[in-house]
Nanobody, 127 residues
Framework: QVQLVESGGGLVQAGGSLRLSCAAS????????MGWFRRASGKERDFVAA????????YYADSVKGRFTISGDNAKNSLYLQMNSLRPDDTAVYSC????????????????????WGQGTQVTVSS
């Protein structure tokens, strides 16, 4: 069983930065992926970024590429998302997720493939 707790959300002006954190309790397996997803009000949940805990490979949605950076700290069992140059359309609830027993054939961006989820943290970007 894995529990995930996000933090770091808040209100920021367009062009600003935020750093999200996700603390994981319990280690699912040796080959897993951790990712960030977001859900804007009235919309479906979208993939943001993910990182392989096997080799550190990262994968980003086109909409955040070059602005967001995902990273992890194995010793702290934590996941981070550095968000720069934020835009109003980045406003959403951001959730971290874990995919266990990853088959290592590409990092998935489908939320249905992820097994554990945090409650989410609200990010609001004002114009």
């Amino acid at each position: 069983q894995v529990q995930l707790v996000e933090s770091g959300g808040g209100l920021v002006q367009a062009g600003g930065s935020l750093r999200l954190s996700c603390a994981a309790s319990g280690r699912p397996s040796s080959n897993y992926v951790m990712g960030w997803f977001r859900r804007a009000s009235g919309k479906e949940r979208d993939f943001v970024a993910a990182i392989s805990w096997v080799d550190g490979t990262t994968y980003y949605a086109d909409s955040v590429k070059g602005r967001f950076t995902i990273s992890g700290d194995n010793a702290k069992n934590s996941l981070y998302l550095q968000m720069n140059s934020l835009r109003p359309d980045d406003t959403a609830v951001y959730s971290c997720a874990v995919l266990t027993n990853w088959d290592e054939y590409g990092i998935p961006d489908d939320d249905l493939e992820y097994d554990y989820w945090g409650q989410g943290t609200q990010v609001t970007v004002s114009s």
